[in-house]
């Protein structure tokens, strides 16, 4: 499965993306519409999106890297389907060729729901797996949701 790298998105794959987002993080960070979910996507106006399809050309993997502040930030969604074939895995290596340093949020508990009511399980072991480091005294604490910044750079020394 190949790596696909995008400058913008079609509205077939926004809308497939906005899904896998919905049905895949807690409830509260949802896109109640296309619309808010292109307003996501649209916020940064520096952004390149990498997709790994599967062999039905459905969507398997997604992962959008954007400049905000000066620093690459990255969302990353992979379908719960398609988990455990190292797909989040191989779109973090990919983005990691590409650029120095990747910044991201990740809720670091198990406190929050998925839209379907199951439990919202933490990806954070997955991202220190992956060389990332978390930051603790950085944390997103808004109306939504609580996550702390992780971070990865080249030469970083996670051992």
Same mark, same amino acid.
């Given at each position: 499965? !190949?790596?696909?790298? %995008?400058?913008?998105?079609?509205? /077939? ?12 993080? !807690? /409830?509260? %960070?949802? +896109? @109640?519409? #296309? ?5 996501? %996507?649209?916020?940064? $106006? ?6 790994? #399809?599967?062999?039905?050309? /459905? ?10 502040? *000066?620093? !690459? ?12 074939? &190292?797909?989040?895995?191989? #779109? %973090?290596?990919? /983005?990691?060729?590409? +650029? ?8 670091? +508990?198990?406190?929050?729901?998925? =839209?379907?009511?199951? $439990?919202?399980? =933490? $990806?954070?072991?997955?991202? #220190?797996?992956? *060389?990332?480091?978390?930051? $603790? +005294?950085? &944390? @997103? ?13 080249? *030469?970083?020394?996670? @051992?």
């Amino acid at each position: 499965m !190949p790596i696909i790298t %995008l400058n913008r998105l079609d509205t /077939a794959q926004k809308v497939y993306i906005r899904q896998l987002w919905n049905s895949n993080f !807690p /409830a509260q %960070l949802a +896109h @109640s519409t #296309l619309a808010d979910f292109e307003a996501f %996507l649209t916020r940064d $106006p520096q952004r390149q999106h990498y997709l790994i #399809l599967n062999t039905e050309g /459905a969507i398997a993997g997604w992962m959008m890297v954007f400049d905000r502040k *000066g620093e !690459p930030w990255f969302s990353i969604i992979v379908d719960e389907r398609e988990q455990g074939q &190292r797909i989040g895995s191989r #779109l %973090l290596e990919h /983005a990691k060729t590409r +650029h120095e340093a990747l910044n991201g949020w990740v809720v670091d +508990h198990n406190d929050d729901f998925l =839209s379907d009511g199951r $439990p919202y399980q =933490s $990806p954070i072991a997955f991202y #220190l797996k992956n *060389g990332f480091v978390t930051v $603790p +005294h950085i &944390r @997103s604490q808004d109306l939504k949701i609580s996550c702390v910044k992780i971070h990865w750079h080249h *030469g970083q020394d996670v @051992s």
